[in-house]
């Protein structure tokens, strides 16, 4: 089983720190005060972060699945600085022991930390071991493609069942926009890598509208990774990139969900303000990130004073919705 191999990579990363076996798109977050041990750097096993200060004003309660070397948990705890804060679940033991190690060295680099802060749970992404309703901010950084459709699902599922309402599950995960050829999408080992499971954003974007997320903001979109044709015996190079996107659990409105992907929209005319009648004004040479359904139907209008962007798949706030 493809998640058998997944546990026993993993395993063998979390007593050996295999630097290689991933490749973080985003540089690492320094911030006043923070000190992250050596080992915990080099079991940063993601393809982005998922650490977003304007996610984590007041405290909020954090669940992280896929611990890895707990950087990302600690991160957290910079945030949210009280007992039982953060909660990483992880399904190999050699990792949560990993992590534990990592913890009482970042203690002795950081006076604020109180590994009191994070607790660490086994437990499976497919069945979480938290109550409904029980977090304000779910994350997980290049796990879920390792999973196949109907794990995903459920998966995702769990995470917005222990969502609060109105709380985001924010994620970084490779993508792919060409076919991935089947031979490489049933290869345990590169699934288990973060690499064949790889979908394409849109089939990503809906898996979350699906399961019921009302706003999705794509934040970032990055080259990652290329699959060799010679290496791997296929007809041509796959290009992998890598994605973070946050998920909140908004109810979807009647004309379905506000997705943002970078678009902008510019009213340059004569009047003081561009009012369309459903909840958005622009005002001259001021520009508004809108969401694509907003940005649809502003260029349905057909105006020569409204400038309105393509996606650039960098999104940092500030929307119409």
């Not at 985003?26 to 911030?31: A, I, K, Y």
């Not at 009482?104 to 437990?123: R, S, V, Y």
């Not at 490489?184 to 590169?190: F, G, Q």
Request: contains cysteine; glycine residues 8%.
């Amino acid at each position: 089983m493809y998640l058998e191999t997944t546990k026993e990579i993993y395993k063998e990363a979390a007593i050996n720190p295999d630097i290689g076996l991933c490749c973080t798109t985003t540089p690492v977050w320094q911030l006043p005060g923070l000190n992250i041990p050596k080992k915990m750097l080099e079991m940063n096993y993601g393809c982005g972060s998922t650490v977003h200060p304007r996610d984590l004003a007041n405290n909020p309660r954090i669940l992280y699945v896929g611990v890895g070397g707990g950087m990302e948990l600690l991160q957290f705890a910079y945030f949210s600085r009280y007992k039982h804060a953060v909660i990483g679940v992880d399904a190999v033991e050699e990792m949560l022991e990993a992590s534990r190690g990592n913890f009482a060295k970042a203690e002795t680099l950081n006076p604020w930390f109180d590994g009191a802060f994070i607790d660490l749970l086994k437990g499976d992404a497919l069945n979480l071991p938290l109550e409904d309703h029980s977090v304000d901010l779910a994350a997980q950084n290049c796990l879920f493609n390792i999973f196949k459709q109907d794990d995903l699902t459920e998966a995702l599922k769990e995470m917005y069942r222990v969502l609060k309402p109105h709380g985001k599950l924010v994620m970084s995960d490779p993508i792919c926009e060409q076919e991935m050829p089947n031979e490489l999408r049933e290869n345990e080992k590169l699934r288990a890598i973060c690499l064949s499971g790889a979908i394409p954003l849109n089939d990503y974007v809906n898996m979350l509208t699906d399961i019921g997320f009302g706003t999705i903001e794509i934040r970032a979109r990055r080259p990652y990774r290329i699959l060799p044709s010679k290496k791997y015996n296929i007809k041509e190079n796959i290009y992998i990139e890598s994605v973070e996107v946050a998920a909140i659990k908004d109810p979807i409105p009647e004309d379905g969900p506000c997705i943002f992907t970078g678009r902008t929209a510019i009213y340059f005319g004569r009047k003081d303000y561009f009012d369309d009648n459903n909840g958005h004004v622009l005002m001259p040479n001021q520009p508004m990130a809108v969401c694509d359904k907003t940005a649809r139907n502003l260029d349905s209008l057909g105006r020569d004073d409204i400038h309105v962007s393509p996606s650039t798949y960098f999104y940092d706030g500030g929307g119409c919705c």
